[in-house]
């Protein structure tokens, strides 16, 4: 069984700040964030090309076969429709779960976050900033902004 490992995101502060400093628990047993100055965002499980656990929020690079081939971009997130929630790539178009297939093929890289480095984002026209806040609200908070 492995450790479900989370981490905090306080939008005062504009940092990473310990989970114990974020969360609460109820009498369900169910985190949940002390109040809408924090995102909470959960690690996949998995790890990069270069060791380092993707989480929730976090933006990655398809590793591509040749040095001067841009690479894609996306944001991981987590995708509750449907009749497979699992943690995927916004802006995928393939037919299989996006993060597992680049993970299990060509590989994938974090090379920022949406919070730290939402200027990455700026050049594709497959995601944007504001459509990943909606997304990881919605996620948190069961609702639109």
């Not at 995102?39 to 001067?68: C, H, P, S």
């Not at 929630?85 to 996006?98: I, M, S």
């Given at each position: ?115 730290e480095n939402a200027d990455l984002l700026n050049d ?22």
């Amino acid at each position: 069984m492995r450790d479900i490992k989370f981490r905090a995101w306080n939008k005062i502060l504009k940092q990473f700040v310990p989970i114990w400093s974020a969360i609460e628990t109820r009498g369900d047993d169910v985190l949940r964030p002390i109040n809408y100055d924090f995102i909470i965002e959960q690690n996949t499980g998995l790890k990069d090309k270069n060791g380092v656990d993707i989480y929730e929020g976090d933006i990655v690079a398809e590793i591509t076969q040749f040095d001067d081939d841009e690479p894609d971009l996306y944001v991981v997130v987590y995708n509750e429709t449907g009749d497979y929630p699992a943690f995927d790539l916004k802006g995928w178009t393939g037919e299989v779960n996006g993060i597992s297939e680049l993970s299990l093929t060509c590989g994938i890289e974090v090379i920022g976050n949406i919070h730290e480095n939402a200027d990455l984002l700026n050049d594709t026209d497959r995601i944007s900033p504001d459509d990943i806040g909606n997304d990881t609200h919605e996620f948190l908070h069961g609702g639109n902004k």
